[in-house]
């Protein structure tokens, strides 16, 4: 079984389009993140949440909105998608709160392009 | 089981100490990357390895990648106190497409 999964694993899509990524994890973990890795292969981090409340909420486009059903899912929606928006974007769930390390989980990533 | 074995899992040393942590991957590695977070705060970039035996430093942290071992390990020199946190590595490989593959982290605690 996939510790942590998102779907779709490639979404080609226009600009002005509104999608949704999906992750979910099936680890018990409390705390889900989404990264965003840029062209350097950079990862970002972009939301955080805990026990399915927010507490890392870095600048982004208000575009963008994470949603949390429970503690186990973590969906990220983005609104009006434009070309800089292409990247990969990787879930990952932890243990515990985003200040100690019980391990990440990395999620296999979902390659976004905007055309 | 876990494609890039990272080790240890948590390490604690005295202030001054040099330490290493290693990043063990199953499946050739075509790029590898070393983060760190701060506690709170989001992985922060350190540096990126892509070719066999590349070396690189920032500060008092070099990390060196192992292509044939499919290894890399990070080293920091008189450690300090500011260099607590999470180190991940992450790495690009590829069986047919190409493929990110993470660590699972090493968490460092440095006693002043």
């Known amino acids: 079984d996939t510790a942590v999964s998102q779907t779709p694993k490639y979404l080609v899509t226009q600009m002005g389009n509104d999608k949704s990524i999906k992750c979910e994890q099936n680890?018990?973990?409390?705390?889900m993140y989404w990264y965003k890795q840029d062209s350097k292969k950079f990862l970002k981090i972009m939301f955080s949440y805990n026990n399915k409340e927010l507490i890392i909420n870095e600048t982004v486009p208000n575009r963008f909105s994470p949603k949390s059903p429970d503690k186990a899912h973590l969906n990220l929606h983005i609104n009006s998608l434009e070309l800089g928006d292409s990247a990969v974007y990787f879930c990952a769930s932890s243990q515990g709160d985003p200040r100690g390390n019980y391990g990440y989980t990395f999620g296999s990533g979902t390659r976004l392009t905007v055309v | 089981s876990q494609e890039l074995e990272q080790s240890p899992q948590s390490l604690i040393v005295q202030e001054g100490k040099n330490l290493t942590i290693n990043c063990t991957s199953s499946?050739?590695?075509?790029?590898l990357y070393w983060y760190k977070q701060k506690y709170g705060e989001g992985l922060i970039f350190l540096m990126m390895l892509q070719k066999g035996g590349e070396e690189k430093s920032h500060e008092k942290i070099t990390a060196k990648l192992d292509e044939k071992k499919q290894q890399s390990s990070l080293h920091i020199t008189a450690s300090q106190p500011s260099h607590a946190g999470i180190y991940l590595c992450?790495?690009?490989?590829?069986?047919?497409?190409?493929?990110?593959?993470f660590g699972t982290g090493t968490r460092l605690k440095v006693l002043a």
């Open positions: 992450g790495a690009v490989t590829t069986s047919g497409t190409y493929k990110y593959i």
């Open positions: 680890l018990g973990h409390d705390t």
């Open positions: 499946k050739t590695l075509y790029g």
